[in-house]
């Protein structure tokens, strides 16, 4: 068992200086070359860690909920990499392409609604109806694109985006909302 010093916990750093100054790269070529490998390596690391792109071993716990998808993760991306992030390839580019796609096809018909013709003669009851649908399929669809697109951000984004994408889902299946089928 390790004996336990009280006084080792304050730090020298006279002593520390003096060591840096005996130590010079310059001078000595083995030095010199293990300080341009730690150099390098360092840059590497950086450069990982700026794209953080990582395996599922590597993920923080709150983003380890899926182990059958081993690598591709987003990990802490700043709002403006985010955003960036969705014209480059990781685990949720799909998700999140699909379910734009899938809101802008809602948005479509959602304008559509007021110019067919068929429905120009409809009652203003089935035009809200078919129009509270067509929200209820863009709400659920942009509510589960924001949840792929930010859930990487921070623990406290991913909580909230993913109430919004399970809100907007219950919304367009709910039969009091969106999800009203025919019989």
């Known amino acids: 068992m390790m004996e336990s010093f009280p006084n080792t916990k304050v730090i020298d750093l006279q002593a520390k200086e003096d060591i840096k100054k005996k130590v010079d790269r310059s001078e000595n070529p083995i030095l010199s070359s293990l300080h341009q490998h730690v150099k390098e390596i360092t840059k590497k690391v950086n450069t990982v860690l700026e794209n953080q792109i990582v395996t599922f071993p590597e993920l923080p716990k709150w983003l380890r909920f899926n182990h059958y998808i ?8 700043t709002i403006k990499k985010t955003w960036k992030s969705l014209f480059s390839l990781h685990n949720e580019t799909l998700n999140i392409w699909t379910h734009f796609i899938g809101a802008a096809i809602f948005i479509y018909f959602f304008v559509r609604i007021f110019t067919l013709e068929t429905l120009m003669k409809a009652t203003i009851t089935a035009k809200l109806m078919i129009a509270i649908y067509t929200l209820g399929g863009l709400i659920c669809f942009l509510s589960s694109a ?28 709910s039969p009091e909302t969106g999800g009203i089928k025919p019989r």
């Open 70 to 77: 081993h690598r591709g993760y987003r990990v802490r991306y």
């Open 146 to 173: 924001f949840y792929h697109l930010w859930e990487q951000h921070s623990e406290k984004f991913q909580q909230f985006f993913l109430k919004i994408d399970l809100t907007g889902a219950l919304n367009d299946t």
